[in-house]
């Protein structure tokens, strides 16, 4: 393919291809480089066209009607809404198991009876207060003041902890 060649068939196929990507569905500038493929695989095989202009035009019509074909089977993605990013991944559970591991270690070695206290209140069966209190053999209304002295000492043990793991300097 010359050059003489590019500049006498680029307006012929930009127009072509203007006209008639909106019935197919496809983009203008996709029908010229599917055309210049075409007139170069076409090169290769059969040498250079009798009727250049000719074949352009009948060129873009197949590209249309093949890019309209394909637009007609193709069906969009139907969801019910944005994809479930909120959902952790992996790290997010292992990261979230190890706090778990280590919270959890803190607390069986909470004084007293803070580790049973601290325990039932981070049960996933949700417990009450009362359920919580006669499990633990507790009035219910020693239950509140217990519990911030527990959550206190075991914030200090966690403080103490996170500092001392971060590296200094």
């Given amino acids: 393919m010359t050059d003489d060649m590019v500049t006498a068939l680029r307006p012929l196929l930009v127009a072509e291809a203007s006209a008639e990507a909106y019935a197919s569905g496809a983009e203008p500038a996709d029908l010229e480089q599917a055309v210049w493929l075409r007139l170069l695989e076409r090169l290769d095989t059969d040498g250079p066209p009798a009727d250049p202009a000719a074949w352009v035009r009948g060129a873009v019509r197949s590209e249309a009607r093949r890019a309209g074909h394909t637009a007609s089977i193709e069906r969009p993605y139907v969801s019910e809404g944005p994809a479930d990013d909120s959902r952790p991944g992996p790290e997010q559970l292992a ?18 009876r803070c580790p049973r206290l601290v325990a039932a209140l981070l049960s996933p069966k949700d417990l ?14 020693s239950l509140g003041p217990e519990r911030s002295r527990c959550l ?3 914030r200090r043990m966690l403080t103490v902890e996170v500092a001392a793991s971060e590296p200094r300097g």
């Avoid at 280590?102 to 070695?109: C, E, G, K, T």
């Fill in 95 to 112: 990261l979230r198991a190890a706090r778990r591991r280590a919270l959890h270690s803190a607390v069986r070695r909470l004084p007293g």
């Fill in 128 to 141: 009450t207060y009362r359920e919580i209190a006669g499990e633990l053999g507790i009035s219910q209304g």
């Fill in 152 to 154: 206190g000492c075991l």
